[in-house]
């Protein structure tokens, strides 16, 4: 098992920052390919980011990619979020998610075996 606590959400305006956490505990953190997913009311559950397992690749989605990074700390079994200019339309419960050696190309949140609580991210205009 592999339990995720995400933090750092918050209430923000259209253009500022965020950065969110999540720590992981359990199972070996460097085994585990780490993603962010976000959820807004009545959508479904969206692909944001992942970082490979040992931190050197990185997959984003097209709405996201040049404003957020991801990035991990394995001696500290953290992974981050930083999202900059964000939008009105960034607005969700960030999830943060974990798979045994997952790919880069994960992007469906099946192919993830364990999940944060969420974080909720407001962003006004």
């Known amino acids: 098992q592999v339990q995720l606590v995400e933090s750092g959400g918050g209430l923000v305006q259209a253009g500022g920052s965020l950065r969110l956490s999540c720590a992981a505990s359990g199972r070996t953190f460097s085994n585990y390919g780490m993603a962010w997913f976000r959820q807004a009311p009545g959508k479904e559950r969206e692909f944001v980011a992942v970082i490979s397992w040992g931190g050197g690749r990185t997959n984003y989605t097209d709405s996201v990619n040049g404003r957020f990074t991801i990035s991990r700390d394995n001696a500290m079994n953290k992974v981050y979020l930083q999202m900059n200019n964000l939008k009105p339309d960034d607005t969700a419960v960030y999830y943060c998610?974990?798979?045994?050696?997952?790919?880069?190309?994960?992007?469906?949140?099946?192919?993830?075996?364990?999940w944060g609580q969420g974080t909720q991210v407001t962003v006004s205009s």
């Open positions: 998610a974990a798979a045994y050696f997952g790919r880069t190309s994960r992007t469906n949140p099946r192919q993830y075996d364990y």
